[in-house]
């Protein structure tokens, strides 16, 4: 199982700081995380989770290896600063800087030749669960965003619908069901028969159990939950049960 932490903007760094020190004092057995930091604070949150086994990410990267890019930051400089995997095609980056798939995939290609994992987002909006559109939605996001030449220990997908981030509401039993086993058919259809599938979207310690017990949920991406390290660590024992 993986669990891992979106920090998103958050929090302070002194928070930050000590919510990486609380992570580090517990462990789960058979349970890897990952926190995904905000670029700023890699390199003082990565001092707190040496020795840990907290594998440490980026929230996004560019798709070249450097130039006249203000403002953004390269994957040899995530790796330079002790990250290992990347977090790419959040909803929030396809909604707020208008990342396409293609987008998605050139940052993968880039990612992966700095020797960093990546973790590529899919999920539909509610106007397309409600017109029938959500798995074709998927689908054709996984398409895209996932270059074929990735190895398949170098991705984890991360199934969000995006309805369901921060908002409270989770998706039933049943649809994360469907939706994973749709997206489980995909990648081994296309090769990736090693890449885990995490659900994301409100996920919290009272009902990470009952997600974790869906056929091909392999673990969870948590947002608002994760900036508590009693939360995150009841998800993360939900994980290692
Ligand atoms: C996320 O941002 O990836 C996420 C799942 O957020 P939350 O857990 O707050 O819904």
């Known amino acids: 199982m993986i669990v891992a932490a979106n920090w998103k ?28 930091a905000p670029h700023p604070y890699l390199v003082p949150v990565g001092v707190r989770l040496e020795g840990s086994g907290i594998l440490l990410g980026g929230q996004d990267c560019h798709p070249s290896a450097s130039g006249a890019h203000t403002g953004d930051v390269s ?3 995530l790796h ?13 980056r396809r909604a707020d800087h208008g990342e396409t798939s293609e987008l998605v995939a050139a940052k993968a290609v880039q990612a992966f030749s700095s020797s960093l994992s990546v973790m ?30 990735l190895p398949t220990t170098a991705l984890t997908i991360a199934y969000e619908p995006v309805w369901a981030i921060g908002t409270g509401k989770v ?8 939706m994973h086993l749709g997206i489980r058919g995909w990648l081994d259809e296309a090769g990736f028969n090693q890449t885990k ?22 673990g969870a991406l948590v947002g608002g939950a994760s900036l508590i390290a009693a939360d995150f660590d009841g998800i993360c024992a939900a994980a290692a049960d």
């Open 120 to 149: 590529i987002c899919v999920g539909e909006t509610l106007a397309e669960r409600e017109a029938g559109n959500a798995r074709v939605t998927v689908l054709e996001q996984l398409a895209i965003s996932v270059p074929s030449t």
């Open 171 to 178: 998706a039933t039993a049943v649809e994360i069901a469907e």
């Open 80 to 92: 330079d600063c002790g990250a290992s995997v990347v977090l790419l095609g959040h909803s929030e």
């Open 75 to 77: 994957t040899g400089m």
């Open 197 to 218: 599938i995490l659900y994301g979207g409100s996920v919290k310690p009272g009902n990470a159990a009952e997600i974790f017990a869906v056929p091909h949920v392999d």
């Open 9 to 36: 903007m958050n929090p302070e760094l002194s928070v930050a700081a000590k919510l990486a020190s609380d992570y580090c004092a517990t462990s789960f057995a058979g349970v890897t995380r990952i926190l995904f």
